[in-house]
């Protein structure tokens, strides 16, 4: 069984903005370190958006003011909300638990006119 499916994601355009879901399944999601990650081909991972286990988050440079990653512990589900998005937004992204834990397949981001 996975343990993170997200979903959400999909075409946009520039402006535009799109919630992702983490859903999270055999272990207490608020119990961990979590984040969210841009995946873009040719580049490495990007951490844009990181919830630790008292609730405090921490933000990518690149997104800063404009995404806001969130939870809710009786969902047992993460989430991302994507305000003002940019095509530099566009990617593939997954959550994954802690530093090198468990990641989901990723949903895919397009940002385009």
């Known amino acids: 069984e996975v343990p993170l499916v997200e979903s959400g994601g999909g075409m946009v355009q520039p402006g535009g903005s799109l919630r992702l879901t983490c859903q999270a399944t055999?272990?207490?999601?608020?119990?961990?370190?979590m984040k969210w990650v841009r995946q873009v081909p040719g580049k490495g991972p990007e951490r844009v958006a990181t919830?630790?286990?008292?609730?405090?988050?921490v933000y990518g440079a690149s997104v800063q003011g404009r995404f806001t990653i969130s939870r809710d512990n009786a969902k047992n589900t993460l989430y991302l909300q994507m305000n003002n998005l940019k095509a530099d937004d566009t990617g593939l992204y997954y959550c994954?638990?802690?530093?090198?834990?468990?990641r989901g397949q990723g949903t895919q981001v397009t940002v385009s006119s």
């Open positions: 055999g272990f207490t999601l608020s119990k961990f370190d």
């Open positions: 994954q638990r802690g530093t090198n834990g468990p």
């Open positions: 919830m630790v286990m008292g609730g405090a988050t």
